[in-house]
């Protein structure tokens, strides 16, 4: 199993451009989400999905949109970008365990730059 | 709505010493506890966890304790080393609400030879 990849791992935009993060997972999970991660901040939730055609909003959506066509794949879009989404984007994904809780895993990042 | 504070850093310590990195929450419900660690250019890993109350979660000499009373969970090792050097995020999930990660903001660790 690859886990959780996520595709450019580093990225630079200009203002106002538009570009699509991509994530995906091998591990058949049903919860997909998106976080940023700013520096003391810790991460913050931007989308989420809990399966196929369902997603809903984070913490701080604004400018961000997603989508979940196929359990494995959960790209964000960024519509027109803006120096205040400079950071480092991870995807992480998880499944319900019976009896216990859900452990998220995270992918290795995107470390984005808008100019 | 739920919130992890954890104690600020850098935490420098030298190598073998102890560790402690504080962690207290609010949260609805009945959360799980979480901490992540992050070495330098890389994603988070799941260190530890703990789902209810008392429990212990450990790995790699790590170690915490869900503190219901106090809520807190609190990060303890005994001995340090230079690898142990990255950024530590305790998290939570609300068994109410989202099934999603909140994270405090981290603490960096740095262990000196």
């Known amino acids: 199993n690859a886990g959780v990849t996520q595709t450019p791992k580093f990225q630079v935009l200009k203002t106002g451009q538009s570009m699509t993060l991509q994530c995906a997972q091998d591990?058949?999970?049903?919860?997909m989400s998106w976080y940023r991660q700013d520096p003391g901040m810790g991460l913050r939730l931007i989308h989420y999905s809990v399966g196929a055609g369902i997603t809903d909003q984070g913490e701080v959506p604004n400018g961000y949109n997603v989508s979940r066509s196929t359990t494995e794949d959960f790209p964000l879009r960024l519509l027109s970008a803006a120096p205040s989404q400079t950071s480092v984007y991870f995807c992480?994904?998880?499944?319900?365990?019976?009896?216990?809780?859900?452990?998220?895993?995270f992918g290795p990042g995107t470390r984005l730059t808008v100019l | 709505g739920n919130s992890v504070t954890q104690m600020e850093g850098p935490v420098t310590l030298s190598e073998e010493a102890f560790l402690t990195i504080n962690c207290t929450y609010t949260a609805t419900g009945y959360p799980s506890l979480f901490w992540y660690v992050q070495y330098p250019g890389e994603g988070l890993q799941l260190l530890l966890k703990?789902?209810?109350?008392?429990d212990k979660g450990s790995n790699k000499g790590f170690e915490a304790t869900y503190r219901k009373e106090t809520t807190s969970f609190h990060l303890e090792k005994g001995s340090v080393q230079v690898s142990d050097s990255a950024v530590y995020f305790c998290?939570?999930?609300?068994?109410?609400?989202?099934?999603?990660?909140?994270f405090g903001s981290g603490t960096r660790l740095q262990v000196q030879p």
């Open positions: 992480a994904s998880s499944v319900r365990q019976v009896g216990s809780t859900d452990t998220q895993y």
């Open positions: 703990a789902t209810k109350a008392d």
């Open positions: 591990m058949n999970h049903e919860y």
């Open positions: 998290a939570l999930i609300s068994n109410t609400g989202r099934r999603a990660l909140t």
